[in-house]
């Protein structure tokens, strides 16, 4: 029996266009019936703590990885300047592949990633609606074929 499935939302949102990526991408998981749950660490910001003081540091970092912890899949935006791509994104993905958590990876703009994402990745998407529209619980592998740094 197949049950809908909690998602971790790995992504940069310290712009407006990536605030609005990352929007898009929270409303195509909102739509999707296989997925029962998300977690965006955009929306846990602990605001009754002090922005950046070292217990608001300490209370994101451990809600952030409990919930990489707890999740089936994480989906992780790789968009964010020029090729790069967002250190903490990147800490997420990590701790994500040495878990064995299944990466899917979303990216808008050009179809470039470094290697240690390509061959971890599990699947590639790069319009929302394919986000809307993966079966989280048959888990196809969807492999990245684009350039490769």
Sequence with gaps: MNMAKNIYLASPFFDDEQI??????????????????????????????????????TVTYNSDIEAIEAADAIVAIVDFEGQNVDSG???????????????????EKEP?????????VHAYMSKPEDIANYDFDAMKKIPYKGKVV
Excluded at 94 to 106: E, N, Q, S
């Design 20 to 57: 609005a990526r990352v929007k898009k991408i929270e409303k195509a998981l909102e739509s999707n019936p296989t997925v029962m749950d998300y977690y965006d660490p955009r929306l846990h910001q602990h605001e009754e703590l002090e922005f950046g003081s070292p217990e608001w540091q």
């Design 89 to 107: 994104t990147a800490m997420e993905i990590g701790y994500a592949v040495k878990k064995g958590t299944p990466i899917l990876i979303f990216q």
């Design 112 to 120: 470039v990633l470094n290697l240690m994402f390509s061959v971890p």
